[in-house]
């Protein structure tokens, strides 16, 4: 069972005339399985990327092992969603809630690396999905963080009201605004397509001596329709996560990033295996080769859809 924001725009469009809401909601239809791309020797349909991003829905609210990337940066979220804590001299950064009822578990995570939850002061965010943002109202309202949003993706984090609650937005950032906070500058990359605000991260972290260029990306996964103004949006938003430096990629599912097997690699004088510049565009790859085999199943006149 998928949640209806992880689902076609058919679905969702159905459940929103339905009245239904966002975040309550769970479709039986799953992804298509069809078109079908090989990337860098895998092979992949919509339905099994989407299962490669989520998991089951244990693995969406069950803790993975909260551990340090590098610096000052740390993995707090889910088996498979991503969440990720900023330590600075004053006060912390958090990218993406995850669901509301994952707060307690993202909580748990921060004290577990001994730290206080009550020091996050801004809460940032990949985009504007229920499985990445639904938990900025309670984040907010037990740390007093400021939450900042992309602009393009406010109205539909307006949308994401759970238990009732408006969404916060404190702050509304706009293309390659830097957020700052204690030394640690983050710079805000819009990269549009799968939601209009989708905000893929950059900073510089300190390790060691060394400077490491850090990019967590927002999802390049395409919806199973494409638009003209969708199909834009992409093609652009390829050009610029290709374009950005990049020592550690990271990103908002951690299979997107291998980040199971690569925490499985930590340790005892190793070198850093998220330190992996030569994969910094597998994501990208494995997203634009979907993308171009679903615009031609369009143009084919294939029914996109789940059928
Ligand atoms: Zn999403």
Redesign the pocket.
Known sequence: MKKI??LNPFVYVLAFVLGLSATSITAQTPAPDHPTVTVHGRTYTPRSILERNMGTTDDQTTQFPPHRIIGNLYYVGTRTLSSFLIVTPQGNILIDTTYERNVPTIQKSVEQLGFKFSDIKIVLGS?A?G??QEGDALVKQLTGAQVMAMSEDVPALKMIKPGGKEHPIDKMLHDRESVMLGGTTLVAHLTPG??RGCTTWTMKMQDGGKTYDVVINC?L?PPTMLTPAIVDEFNRSFKIVRSLPCDIPLG?HPAQYNMEMKHSRLGNGRPNPFVDGANCRVEADIQEAMFHAIQAEQQKGNNPGDH
Do not use: K, Q, Y
Request: without cysteine.
């Open positions: 924001s992880e985009h999905h499985d990445h799968h939601t999802s996964r908002d």
